[in-house]
């Protein structure tokens, strides 16, 4: 079974210009979650997504949005970016029922200069 | 105070010695403890998923939970080259998954 796959691997944007990040699921799991990691502050939660509805949301600003396709397939979109949006964001998916464990992609590394 | 606390290190151990990664928790209702891998340049791959208090071995791999004094740990055995990664604790809260900041470890050949 293929893992979870994300794309693009390495990103190079500007500050105040917007990213969109993808995001495919395994075959057959439902809920994608989101994560922002940094040296300082580890991993932290951005949102899921089940079902195409977002279902849980974390503490980041309006400016990180993200949507889920019928397919499960997920995007992360960040407006207007900041220096401080660099980090690594990974992408994980599970069953999205009881406490089924994450699974995680390879990220993708997102640098704002 | 962050509900998962984790010691960053970094840990560096020789080839073959135990190694102990530990996390703190503040929230008593944590039921489940999951312990992940993630080398370099990689995402977090799970590495241990636990339920009760007490002890659960995996091959070399050892995770320990004591709810009482709300304290998990891992243990790794035999240390080899190819265990050094940054050990991530985790436990599922009720909506989303509580990561310790992770712990970087270095075995030396």
């Known amino acids: 079974k293929a893992g979870v796959t994300q794309t693009p691997r390495y990103l190079i944007k500007t500050r105040g210009q917007q990213v969109t990040l993808s995001c495919s699921p395994i075959s057959g799991h439902r809920s994608v979650s989101w994560y922002q990691q940094t040296p300082g502050q580890g991993l932290q939660f951005l949102f899921e997504?089940?079902?195409?509805?977002?279902?849980n949301k974390g503490n980041f600003p309006g400016r990180f949005s993200g949507r889920q396709f019928s397919n499960s397939r997920s995007e992360m979109n960040v407006s207007t970016l900041e220096l401080g949006d660099s980090a690594l964001y990974l992408c994980a998916s599970n069953l999205g029922q009881g406490n089924s464990p994450l699974h995680f992609g390879n990220g993708t590394r997102l640098t704002v200069t | 105070q962050k509900e998962v606390e984790q010691d960053p290190g970094p840990l560096s151990v020789p080839e073959g010695a135990i190694v102990s990664l530990n996390c703190t928790y503040s929230?008593?209702?944590?039921?489940?403890f999951m312990w992940y891998r993630q080398y370099s340049r990689k995402g977090p791959e799970l590495l241990m998923y636990?339920?009760?208090?007490g002890n659960k071995e995996d091959g070399r791999f050892t995770a320990q939970v004591d709810k009482s004094s709300k304290y998990i740990s891992l243990f790794i055995r035999d240390s080899q080259p190819s265990d050094s990664a940054t050990y991530l604790c985790?436990?599922?809260?009720?909506?989303?998954?509580?990561f310790g900041t992770g712990t970087r470890l270095t075995v030396i050949p």
């Open positions: 636990t339920y009760s208090s």
């Open positions: 929230n008593s209702a944590f039921q489940y």
């Open positions: 985790a436990m599922p809260g009720a909506n989303n998954l509580f």
């Open positions: 997504y089940f079902s195409e509805t977002q279902r």
